[in-house]
């Protein structure tokens, strides 16, 4: 912490000072929390000039494109790691020994089985259910499960809690799939790693064998791995949030996978899906992309530019990389991938998509690859959610480890009537 202030004048009252906060990299920030004392709040609709917390896990500079997980590049733990040892690194704060790693991923491989009963909660849902409502539901319930990793005062149990997450997450997402399509649920396989065993689970059946595709299977782990965590996001917020009351660990993940739902957060691969097939073909491009230069009209190009990020998404790098791997492996004939890559070929050269830095982002080609290997729409986000569940607990854990913290309670600005005295019905 420097010893830098910031003088704060307030009409009519005398100046106050408030402590300026550094981190280990990013911006300094101004500490208001004392601002209550002085009768004042700040007012930030969707926090969005405000820091939440302190964090040791993800750091974002979106105007020179980094993303760094516990200080490490997602480049080269995108293309060197994978998605376990990135859950060891989120979950424990630095990279593990192989031996470390090895007892980490058996343990992972031990918890993906679930509880029998677990596949009632299924056969509750009406057959043509969202995944993703069936994965909040079911993710939710897992507390009745698990009554030995509920309290949330001991490390050891939250750990626990969080290896079971990140292992049942791929098992509970797939049955959400099996059961979508009327097919036999499927157990996980000891001998498979974490996507291989993730793909098996999804498309293997028990009449005839299934070999997963390495190439896919390599895809699907970094397809994790580039949307394990993303900062203080609006589901990551909402996980602590909850978390923040005491809840258990399986509720506040059902309240993450809630948050991520929203078509604003984690529906933004299945949009791009969405406008590729309004498009329809590589003829009608130079009218859509007409359209999205044009301001008075309403049609986006989804999938291009990303909030955060003003300059290329650091993990598009890896995916368009990875895209072309897996079109070019399964050489599938699919209009809408045709679609996709001439649109990817335009705004990179393109002068209007290269000066407003609407680069393709993680969205537009995770979406793509899951559509190539063979996974529905209506799944994409359930996957993004698997991904993302390490995060979350990672987060979750680290705010339980902090002393003197406190439940989430924002304040407002109250804009309806002042106080007014009630009248009876029968004098209104």
Request: charged content about 20%.
């Amino acid at each position: 912490m420097a010893d830098k202030k910031a003088t704060v004048q307030v009409t009519g009252q005398e100046p106050f000072d408030l402590p300026i906060m550094s981190g280990t990299a990013g911006n300094d920030v101004i500490d208001v929390r004392t601002l209550g004392a002085q009768g004042v709040f700040t007012y930030d609709p969707g926090f969005l000039a405000t820091a939440s917390c302190q964090s040791e896990i993800t750091f974002i500079d979106g105007g020179k494109g980094v993303l760094l997980h516990r200080g490490y590049p997602i480049e080269q733990l995108a293309n060197d790691s994978s998605y376990l040892e990135l859950c060891y690194l989120l979950l424990h704060g630095e990279l593990p020994s192989s031996e470390k790693l090895e007892e980490f991923e058996e343990t992972i491989t031990h918890h993906t089985m679930v509880h029998e009963k677990i596949a009632n909660f299924f056969h509750g849902f009406v057959v043509d259910a969202h995944p993703m409502a069936m994965l909040c539901g079911v993710v939710g319930a897992l507390s009745s499960f698990y009554h030995d990793d509920l309290s949330i005062t001991d490390p050891a149990q939250r750990k626990r809690s969080a290896y079971r997450l990140v292992a049942k997450l791929p098992t509970i997402a797939a049955m959400a799939y099996k059961y979508s399509i009327g097919q036999p649920f499927v157990y996980p396989k000891n001998k498979l790693s974490y996507s291989e065993n993730f793909l098996h689970m999804m498309f293997s059946v028990p009449a005839e064998d299934y070999e997963v595709n390495p190439i896919i299977a390599k895809a699907m782990d970094k397809i994790f791995m580039l949307h394990a965590d993303h900062e203080q996001n609006a589901s990551t917020s909402t996980v602590r949030l909850a978390g923040s009351s005491g809840a258990n660990p399986y509720a506040c993940i059902a309240a993450g996978i809630a948050s991520l739902w929203g078509p604003a957060h984690g529906g933004a691969n299945e949009a791009c899906l969405t406008m590729l097939q309004q498009i329809g073909s590589v003829d009608r491009i130079p009218e859509f992309v007409a359209k999205a230069k044009d301001k008075a009209d309403p049609f986006r190009l989804m999938g291009f530019g990303h909030r955060v990020y003003k300059n290329f998404d650091p993990r598009a790098k890896v995916m368009r990389e990875t895209c072309h791997e897996v079109l070019t492996a399964l050489k599938i004939n699919d209009p809408l991938l045709d679609v996709a890559m001439e649109l990817e070929r335009i705004a990179l050269e393109d002068s209007y998509f290269v000066e407003k830095k609407l680069y393709p982002n993680v969205d537009f080609y995770s979406g793509i690859i899951l559509k190539a290997i063979g996974i529905p729409t209506s799944m994409f986000t359930v996957i993004f959610a698997m991904s993302r569940t390490v995060g979350w607990i990672s987060h979750w854990d680290e705010m339980l480890s902090e002393k003197g913290q406190k439940i989430g309670r924002p304040r407002q600005l109250y804009t309806g009537p002042a106080k007014r005295d009630y009248v009876t019905v029968d004098k209104r």
